[in-house]
Each structure stands twice: as structure tokens, then as C-alpha cells.
């Protein structure tokens, strides 16, 4: 289920992913309805500050995982970043996942909410409630989103160690990011055409969604009547699209790299201050070149364009979409975990755990052959860490191709295990200790201020 699901986004990410969302929660009466309009009927308007309003209802469906974005005001750069109302919403999340305890949780933010002091309470209230916690900052144009747009993800399984997931997401990253060509490119979006059966049904689908009920009269070649968005034919032939930028940044972009951040006013055209005072690195006047519509922003943030949009006020669409996780890069999250539940995944090992092995009087090929080994002990353990060595042991000890093993390489993979989890120890007690040396300083430049 997600919480504070706004219209959308996440849920439909998830659900590409294969996940089935049962519940879905928000404030907003318009982004509950645009929800329930274009992905099911299942979102409710509920105040999640409200905590003992709804956790009897969470906990009688007792989810599988609990995804959710808190809203991210407090914390945004486009903000104040004074850490009120809207930051102990990140609280009520953490709360009502340590209360329902789902086996995963998917948490999503800005990245400065990972300084604030509302994530350090919220990550110890998980932390307590048994969770291993991963926290990784995504660059969106790195998951099928063409946008610069930066986001803190935080994924939690009960039972884990910190970091479990990290190597998988970072894999999931493609090696370039994604271009506004990349999505626009073709001038465009390709469209299937399925003759509807009354005229209040639409007949032009998009291959990012499922198709309606195939019937005999269905196969139709697109019609001559069908006319293309003329939008991203301009966008491609221009080839340079206006962002107002939010803290002094360069406004223009070329459609050769990613969009900027989607923000609310991300439809507005250059003002009367911008042209007068252009960015330096921009590489054409901004009054010459193209402001995304609508419809074009909507899947810039990754919603297909059978996305229908309702709202009395063109201000509150552009704030459901720039709210939205972009469904691409749920979808690669959701991917991540299914993959790891289903254990087609393992941890990476990752740091210097070669050289320390090496250190403590082994030889370099006896160190490859240690590291080799741990991999193999956790893929039996279907890619799954713990927190607690000695249950660690007891689940390989319990899986029939471990106890099919002689009695010898039985024992060499526990020493393995049991190495990997000292080298890891250490490298997150070096990680207290140079987080406490620092809080002194960090209060001394608080103070100075």
C-alpha cells in the first residue's frame, strides 16, 4: 500500500513492477481523485498526521510493504528548509511502518531531507523496529526519466543488514543518462489504435499501458484521420526547451540532455527578468526556444500519455506532477526488491574486504577464494543479509543445497560469512566514530552561524 500517494506515481511504478497495490492514502481530495482515475478505485482521502485514525485499517491488511513519499516541503532547496508540520509527516511514516511492520518499506524524498534531524528520529524509530535500512540518492535521468531530478530512497526489510540493497539499485542505473531526444525523439509517441465501441471510449493507446479487451473487429490499421502531437514535433525541430530555474540556474536546456527538476512552475515562459539577465552557460537566448506543455511535462515525469488529468486549475495538475514520483524510477525500485524477495539477487561485496583479509595475514589468493566463497553463502541465502550473525548461520544451516555440501566446504563457507560480517562490523563502528568526532564541530558551526 502507499501512503501519501498523491496521484499516483509510485503506485504506478510499483504495479509495472509487478506489485499489487491494495491501498492508497492522501490529503488532497484532487490528487485522490486523479488516482483513482487513472489507476484504480482503492485511494482514499486520509489525514496520515492522524496516526491513530489509520493504523487499525493497516494493520487488518496487513501489507507485504508500505511505500510512500512524506511530503518534502520542509526540506526542498526550492524551500525554506525549516523542518515543521511537513517534515513530521516523515515521522508519522517511519511510525505507522514500526507499528504495521511490512516485511519492506520504500521510502522517497528530497535529498537534503537525509541531513535533517526528522529523517535521524524517523531511521531510529525503523531502525529499532527491526528494519536494515538502505539509503540511496537516484538521479532520475539514470532510471528511464529524462530529468536531472535527484531523489533520496530510503528501502527497508525487516530482519537485514544496512546497505543491503545498494549494489542492486546502483546496477539497475543505465550508464548514460536519458535525454529529452530520448523520449521526444520521434516527434511522435507511439500510438495503437483500437477502434472503440461507443464514442465515449477513446481508440488511441499507448504501449506503456495494457490494451482494452481484444475483440474481432479490433485489428485496424491507425487511421489517415489521426493527427500526431504537434508539440514534440516543435520541441524536436527547435531543439532547446526553457525551465525557469530555481536557485539562479541556467533556464535554457538543449533536448540533448536531461529536463531540470519538474517543479509546479515548470510551464511558465521566460519573464521580463530572465531575458534582461540570461544565465552565461545558457546556449540560446531563452525567447527563442520552447516551454513544455502540459501534457509534455506530464511525461517528462514518466506518467504515459493516456494519463488523464482533471483538475479545476491548471496550477494544481502542474503541482500533482511535479509532487509525483516518476514511475520509471519506482518501477527500477520495485524491480530491485521483487528481485531480491524472490532471491534472482545478491548483494554486491563491496569496499576493500580483499585488503583486509590481506592485512590480517592472508594471502592474496587465499583472500579471493574467502571473498568467493561469501558471495556463494549468500546466494544459498537467496541474496538475503542479517543483522544477527548467529541467525545468519542458522538459515544457511537450514537450506537443503547448504546441507548437500561436505562436511569441509560446509564449514569454509561459515568462516566466510562469519569474516564478511567482522569486516563489516568494523566498517560501520569506524562510522559511528567519525559521526560522534564530528557532531562537536558540526554544533561549533551551528552556534557560529
Not at 511504478?13 to 486523479?34: R, S, T
Not at 541531513?115 to 532510471?143: C, F, H, N, P, V
Not at 526489510?157 to 543505465?174: T, V
Request: hydrophobic content about 40%.
Amino acid at each position: 500500500m502507499e501512503l501519501f500517494c498523491g496521484a499516483g506515481g509510485m503506485s504506478l511504478g510499483l504495479k509495472q513492477a509487478g506489485f499489487e497495490i491494495v491501498n492508497a492514502y492522501d490529503a488532497w481530495p484532487v490528487a485522490v481523485e486523479n488516482y483513482n482515475r487513472n489507476i484504480s478505485s482503492h485511494a482514499k482521502v486520509t489525514d496520515l498526521g492522524d496516526i491513530l485514525s489509520v493504523v487499525p485499517e493497516l494493520l487488518r491488511l496487513a501489507p507485504d510493504m508500505i511505500a510512500g513519499g512524506p511530503p518534502c516541503q520542509d526540506y526542498s532547496s526550492a524551500g525554506r528548509r525549516e523542518e515543521a508540520d511537513n517534515a513530521k509527516l516523515t515521522l508519522a511514516f517511519a511510525i505507522l511502518v514500526a507499528t504495521v511492520r511490512p516485511a519492506w518499506f520504500v521510502m522517497e524524498n528530497v535529498t537534503n531531507a537525509a541531513k535533517s534531524s526528522t529523517w535521524q528520529e524517523a531511521r531510529k524509530i525503523l531502525k529499532a523496529a527491526g528494519y536494515g535500512i538502505t539509503e540511496s540518492k537516484l538521479d532520475a535521468s539514470r532510471y528511464g526519466v529524462p530529468q536531472s531530478r535527484r531523489r533520496l530512497f530510503v528501502i527497508g526489510r525487516q530482519g537485514e543488514r544496512d546497505g543491503f540493497l545498494a549494489s542492486s539499485i546502483a546496477a539497475a542505473a543505465a550508464p548514460q543518462p536519458m535525454s529529452l531526444r530520448d523520449l521526444f525523439g520521434e516527434a511522435t509517441p507511439a500510438a495503437i489504435y483500437f477502434p472503440a465501441t461507443s464514442e465515449a471510449r477513446r481508440s488511441i493507446w499507448s504501449p506503456d499501458e495494457p490494451a482494452p479487451t481484444i475483440r474481432e473487429r479490433s485489428i485496424r490499421p491507425l487511421p489517415v484521420s489521426y493527427r500526431p502531437h504537434p508539440d514534440d514535433a516543435a520541441l524536436v525541430e527547435n531543439g532547446f526547451v526553457y525551465a525557469r530555474p530555481v536557485r539562479a540556474g541556467r533556464g535554457v536546456r538543449s533536448i540533448d540532455e536531461p529536463y531540470p527538476t519538474v517543479t509546479r512552475t515548470a510551464s511558465e515562459r521566460p519573464g521580463p527578468k530572465y531575458l534582461s539577465s540570461p544565465h552565461p552557460a545558457d546556449p540560446v537566448a531563452a525567447s527563442s526556444t520552447v516551454v513544455l506543455s502540459i501534457d509534455q511535462i506530464s511525461r517528462v515525469q514518466g506518467f504515459p500519455a493516456s494519463w488523464q488529468w482533471r483538475a479545476s486549475a491548471k496550477r494544481d495538475v502542474l503541482q500533482m506532477i511535479a509532487n509525483a514520483v516518476p514511475a520509471p524510477v519506482a518501477f527500477a525500485i520495485g524491480r530491485a526488491i521483487l528481485d531480491r524477495e524472490e532471491g534472482k539477487s545478491a548483494p554486491a561485496i563491496e569496499g576493500r574486504f580483499l585488503d583486509w583479509l590481506v592485512r590480517r595475514g592472508r594471502s592474496r589468493q587465499s583472500a579471493r577464494n574467502v571473498k568467493s566463497l561469501a558471495g556463494r553463502a549468500r546466494r544459498l541465502l537467496d541474496g538475503k543479509t542479517f543483522s544477527v550473525q548467529a541467525l545468519e548461520l542458522a538459515a544457511l544451516e537450514s537450506v537443503e543445497e547448504f546441507k548437500a555440501i561436505k562436511r569441509n566446504p560446509q564449514s569454509d563457507l561459515r568462516q566466510a560469512l562469519r569474516l564478511l560480517a567482522e569486516y563489516q562490523t568494523e566498517g560501520q563502528q569506524r562510522q559511528k566514530r567519525s559521526q560522534i568526532a564530528a557532531q562537536p564541530i558540526d554544533e561549533e558551526l551551528r552556534k557560529a552561524a
